[in-house]
């Protein structure tokens, strides 16, 4: 039977998702762009603290909308999730990429489609290796348990 996720398993969720990746998006953006390290670290900071709040609250309304037995959302699911949760996003980043990094519209549009194309492929892969990871330290909490009574 599936668990709900905690609150707290909800904020380990996202703090890993955001902490990865910065560690991985802020040097290719750097590569990509060419801006200085600390702009484009500044803007990824800016951007994970806003898809963290976005992730917590769109998250707890996917997970009433289509249930939370969450490893049985085959990839089609996952990449509804994902897809979706990417559009909401861009409404907030590509304003803040035009101003941040003076571009115009179409080169903020590029680089924020080349973002979501990276976190649509990230986040399938995150999202499924932390449900698989989560049940199985679920499972072996529970055999634990099960063993000291």
Do not use: C
């Not at 398993?9 to 955001?18: A, M, P, S």
């Not at 249930?67 to 990417?86: A, I, K």
């Not at 489609?113 to 976190?119: E, K, L, S």
């Amino acid at each position: 039977m599936p668990i709900k996720m905690t609150f707290k398993e909800r904020l380990l969720h996202t703090t890993l998702f955001e902490a990865i990746a910065l560690a991985t998006f802020v040097p290719l953006s750097v590569w990509i762009t060419g801006h200085q390290p600390h702009l484009m670290l500044g803007l990824s900071v800016t951007m994970s603290v806003i898809a963290m709040l976005w992730n917590l609250a769109y998250n707890w309304g996917f997970d009433h909308a289509f249930g939370f037995d969450r490893l049985s959302r085959g990839l089609t699911l996952r990449l509804v999730h994902s897809l979706l949760f990417e559009v909401g996003l861009v409404t907030v980043s590509l304003p803040l990429l035009m101003v941040l990094l003076d571009l115009g519209f179409w080169a903020a549009l590029m680089f924020d489609i080349a973002a979501v194309i990276y976190f649509l492929i990230y986040a399938v892969i995150f999202n499924w290796s932390f449900d698989v990871l989560r049940d199985r330290w679920l499972q072996h909490r529970a055999a634990r348990g099960a063993a000291e009574a």
